[in-house]
């Protein structure tokens, strides 16, 4: 058991742990905020719910906007100089929160908060694919994973001392935040580059083959999988709205079934991960997922009527399984990206990727609150069917996406990214007039902290 545990503590590579901290830096960072942006919006900023719901839905409207043209950004400039601008940007941001004080101020704020984290996210997928090799891109994920929940439940302590000690010191909070985003910058540009990174002497160009957003199968993997990951709402939401209004459960069972959930996604990544590594693989990872949250809806459902004991049980046991769906879709989804996208446009696939994902998921709380709610039982099984037949559809869809790299990308690109070995091909001469990057080459340099 120790020697298990040893070896799902340890990074598969010396980049994978490099990677790792980045993860656990930038959860650190935006968790430290984020548990304590309820009580910094009302208390220190003097915003009614209604403004904070205003504010952060334009917020996500602009980064949905935004998405695709992020995407482009990373193509044409780099994955790592895109993903350190982003740390930057949102470390600059973070310094602005003390110093506003009004509801305009913090409608712009979020925007440009939004915005640069859309360019981020684009920019560290595409990045990751990019640089590690194909045989250890599941499992150097899934130890990011661990790292990333690490890191936001860092963050959350953090931020809920910041609260603990009051209204100057929560005003104060974000800098904290912009400063492990500098340092987390910092660190990017220590990380060997990607192929895209690589600078050349001819001007960049625009990259090859067709745009992404004209993908249409990679448009339906994402949807679909943004639909998959509804088990978010009910992690989050209808679970325990469910257990505040229609169960006996204690209130305070809520606190516990997130933190078992935070425990089993740090600890477990790398187990569900493990034989997941091409797309029948992942399809197998999804089929799982489908059942395990198929069984949540069931069990939770049958807390309605039991009381006491069996109630709380069946929680934690209902928790558990919706965990596993939330593992099990993890690993899935880092299979599709590496296998389903031109690896020519990776930033431009990471930006439509957003788009799908979003469209597939940003109608899930009304409905299934609506359905469990309203509907009682059969709502429940119909929240289940609705992920099921989204399970479903991922086999076409998959092998569609299959057919179009065939069609539209030459073998020897998608037989180097498979193989992962352009990634880490050394950079071409500089000369005197560009200064050498740091991060050129992978070295067992230990990344600042």
């Known amino acids: 058991m120790l020697t298990a545990l040893r070896t799902y503590a340890t990074p598969p590579s010396t980049l994978a742990g490099r990677?790792?901290?980045q993860s656990l830096l930038f959860a650190t960072g935006d968790g430290a905020f984020l548990a304590g942006s309820a009580v910094y919006f009302g208390v220190i900023l003097g915003l009614s719910l209604g403004q904070v719901g205003i504010g952060l839905t334009v917020a996500a409207v602009a980064s949905f906007v935004v998405a695709v043209p992020a995407g482009k950004l990373v193509d044409r400039f780099g994955p790592k100089r895109m993903w350190a601008l982003s740390a930057v940007?949102?470390?600059?941001l973070f310094l602005a929160w003390p110093l506003i004080d009004s509801f305009p101020q913090f409608v712009v704020l979020a925007v440009a908060m939004e915005v640069a984290g859309s360019l981020g996210g684009a920019a560290h997928g595409a990045y990751v694919l990019d640089v590690l090799p194909a045989a250890e891109r599941v499992e150097?994920?899934?130890?990011?994973?661990?790292?990333?929940?690490?890191?936001?439940?860092l963050g959350a302590f953090l931020g809920g001392g910041a609260i603990a000690f009051g209204a100057d010191v929560l005003r104060w909070a974000p800098v904290l935040s912009a400063i492990l985003f500098v340092v987390n910058a910092v660190a990017i540009l220590r990380l060997p580059n990607a192929s895209h990174d690589v600078r050349s002497t001819e001007p960049r160009k625009q990259p090859e083959g067709p745009p992404a957003i004209r993908n249409r199968s990679w448009l339906a993997v994402t949807f679909l999988t943004g639909v998959l990951w509804s088990n978010q709402v009910l992690?989050?939401?209808v679970i325990p709205l469910w257990l505040v209004i229609e169960t006996d459960?204690?209130?305070?069972?809520?606190?516990l079934l997130f933190a078992t959930n935070?425990?089993?996604?740090?600890?477990?990544p790398r187990l569900t991960a493990r034989g997941i590594r091409d797309i029948d693989t992942a399809l197998r990872a999804v089929r799982l997922s489908a059942v395990f949250f198929a069984l949540t809806c069931?069990?939770?459902?049958?807390t309605h009527e039991t009381v006491g004991w069996i109630t709380v049980v069946l929680f934690f046991v209902g928790h558990i399984v919706l965990t596993w769906a939330e593992l099990y879709l993890s690993a899935s989804g880092w299979t599709f990206e590496a296998e389903l996208m031109d690896p020519r446009r990776r930033g431009d696939y990471q930006g439509v990727s957003e788009l799908g994902n979003t469209l597939g998921r940003f109608w899930a709380p009304a409905v299934y609150g609506f359905l469990a709610m309203e509907w009682g039982a059969f709502g429940w099984l119909t929240i289940a069917a609705i992920v099921g037949l989204a399970a479903a559809a991922m086999h076409p869809a998959?092998?569609?996406g299959r057919r179009y790299l065939e069609r539209h990308v030459p073998p020897d690109v998608l037989a180097d990214a498979r193989a992962g070995s352009p990634e880490q091909a050394p950079p071409p001469p500089t000369t005197l007039t560009e200064p050498l990057d740091p991060g050129t080459t992978v070295t067992d340099t230990p990344v600042p902290r």
């Open 19 to 21: 990677l790792s901290v």
């Open 89 to 92: 940007l949102q470390g600059a």
């Open 140 to 153: 150097s994920r899934a130890y990011m994973y661990s790292a990333l929940n690490v890191g936001f439940s």
């Open 235 to 237: 992690l989050h939401t």
């Open 249 to 255: 459960a204690p209130h305070e069972l809520v606190a």
């Open 262 to 268: 935070t425990v089993m996604c740090i600890v477990l």
């Open 298 to 302: 069931i069990v939770t459902l049958a």
């Open 398 to 400: 998959t092998r569609a």
